[in-house]
Every structure is written in C-alpha cells, then in structure tokens.
C-alpha cells in the first residue's frame, strides 16, 4: 500500500489528487507547517532526509519529488490511461509538461514569493524579472490548453496533476481574466470528482483552518 506523507498547503495536493484518481488503497500521513515560518515540521525530516513534501513510501522504499512520484504511480498502476504511449509524440509533451510545472513555472512562482516574504518585492531588477516570466510563461500555458480540457492529447494524464498545483497557486495571486484559456483549464480540473475529493481531504488534513 502507498503512505502518502502530507504537508498542508503544498505540492503534496499534486499526489492527494492522484491518489484519489487511481482508486488503489493509500493511507495519508498528515504533516503541518509551522504557524510562523511556514516550513515542515521534523516530523518531515525523520522520514527524508529534504523534510519536504511530497514523500511517498512504496514497497518499503522512500521516493520524494512530486514529479517523478507522479511518473512512478502511474507507470505502477494506470500506465493504460493516465499517460500517452511511450511510442507516441504525445509522451514527449507529456514528459516536457510534467517538467515544466515544477522547473520553469515554479521558478517565478516561488521568486515572488519569497520576495514577498523577505519585504524585497520592490527590488527593481528582481520585480521585472518576476513580471516578465510570468508574462510569459502565462501566455505560453494560455496557448498550449486553448479549447482543450487536458494539457496533452485529449486524456487526463500526470501533466495535469502536476499542473494542478501551480494554477492553485496562479488563481491565489493573479486575476486570471487575462489568461481565459487557463482559467477553462483549471475550471475543469477542479471539476473533476477526484479532484474535489483531493480537495475536502486536503481541508480535512489542514490544521491551520
Ligand atoms: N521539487 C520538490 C519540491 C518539494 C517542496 O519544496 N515542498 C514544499 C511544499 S510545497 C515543502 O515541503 N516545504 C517545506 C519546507 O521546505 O520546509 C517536489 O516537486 O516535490
């Protein structure tokens, strides 16, 4: 059975989803975050050496990395339907979008916030390189799901739970009217019953609410 290793608030929702989606049997370890500094607690760090979530135990092995545990998870148990074939030029993408959610994405994401955090956020040279990827790293995401429900091909695959974390993030921070297609996109993620199961569980685990 998979132990999930929970943080509230964290990339850990990517897997919760998952989870919930590949109907397997799982049991939920709930980690939460220091009330002040917002970091794991050692909880975290007696089961991996990065204290970061999410962490994953498998067949008595320990894997962390929101990515690869993505890719692990549905190699081991939905290979048939939540990715492309590998033969395909969709498994590429698939691949390249998993990525992409966690690299280039993430990284102006987490610049702003902490930023923000460090009372920086009017540093010149820092503020226009948030606002000029952002711009166009939103742009790029607007484009590439027009008029599609899932980011690759017409199925529902690991690139979509990987997403599912920083459009939470994006929606927090930015009126997305500027980016409709995104905002379709992530309408219908979170219309998904999986997912809204993610959610209440997520709500359930959060001791900070
Ligand atoms: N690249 C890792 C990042 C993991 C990560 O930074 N997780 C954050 C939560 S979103 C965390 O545990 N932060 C708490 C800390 O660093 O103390 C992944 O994709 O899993």
Do not use: C
Not at 124 to 140: A, Q
Request: no cysteine; aromatic share 10%; hydrophobic share 40%.
């Amino acid at each position: 059975m998979v132990r999930l290793h929970h943080l509230n608030q964290s990339r850990s929702l990517r897997i919760l989803w998952l989870l919930e989606e590949l109907g397997e049997p799982y049991e939920i370890i709930s980690h939460q975050r220091d009330a002040k500094t917002h970091l794991a607690p050692d909880s975290l760090k007696a089961v991996h050496a990065l204290g970061k979530s999410p962490v994953i135990e498998l067949d008595g092995q320990i894997y962390s990395e929101s990515g690869a545990i993505t890719e692990l998870l549905i190699e081991r148990f939905a290979s048939d339907r939540l990715r492309p074939a590998p033969d395909s030029a969709d498994y590429g993408y698939y691949l390249q979008w998993i990525d992409f959610a966690e690299s280039s994405l993430m990284l102006p994401l987490m610049l702003e916030l902490f930023t923000k955090k460090a009372g920086i956020d009017d540093n010149e040279f820092l503020n226009g390189y948030i606002d000029k990827e952002k711009t166009r790293l939103f742009k790029y995401l607007d484009a590439a799901v027009e008029g599609k429900s899932f980011i690759v091909g017409n199925q529902l695959s690991g690139a979509d739970f990987m997403l599912s974390f920083d459009l939470i993030i994006l929606a927090q921070r930015q009126k997305l009217e500027a980016y409709p297609h995104i905002k379709q996109y992530a309408d219908k993620l979170a219309g998904l019953e999986s997912y809204q199961r993610a959610m209440r569980l997520e709500a359930e685990h959060d001791e900070s609410k």
